[in-house]
Nanobody, 123 residues
Framework: QVQLVESGGGLVRPGGSLRLSCAAS????????MGWFRQAPGKERAFVAT????????YYADSVKGRFTISRDNAKNTVYLQMNSLTPEDTAVYYC????????????????WGQGTQVTVSS
């Protein structure tokens, strides 16, 4: 089992920045891919970014490319999502996810999930 806990969400003005954290515990070595997804009100859960744990390779949704960065701190067993140039379209609950065998953008294929952290971008 892998346990994931997100933090760092909050209210930010358009153009501002936030850094989300995902602290992992349990059998973290069993997960080969970490991902960030988000779900806006009335919308389906959408892919944001993924990182392969073994080599740190990353992949981003077109909507966040150039603004968001996924990174890791092995010593802290934590994955981050740095979000810059935020707009109201980024408002959503952000979820951290882990996959044992799957590497991709489909949320239903991920094995473990955090409970989410709210990000609200508003003036």
């Amino acid at each position: 089992q892998v346990q994931l806990v997100e933090s760092g969400g909050g209210l930010v003005r358009p153009g501002g920045s936030l850094r989300l954290s995902c602290a992992a515990s349990g059998r973290t070595f069993s997960s080969n891919t970490m991902g960030w997804f988000r779900q806006a009100p009335g919308k389906e859960r959408a892919f944001v970014a993924t990182m392969r744990w073994s080599d740190g390779s990353t992949y981003y949704a077109d909507s966040v490319k150039g603004r968001f960065t996924i990174s890791r701190d092995n010593a802290k067993n934590t994955v981050y999502l740095q979000m810059n140039s935020l707009t109201p379209e980024d408002t959503a609950v952000y979820y951290c996810a882990a996959s044992t065998y799957y590497s991709g953008t489909t949320y239903s294929r991920y094995d473990y999930w955090g409970q989410g952290t709210q990000v609200t971008v508003s003036s």
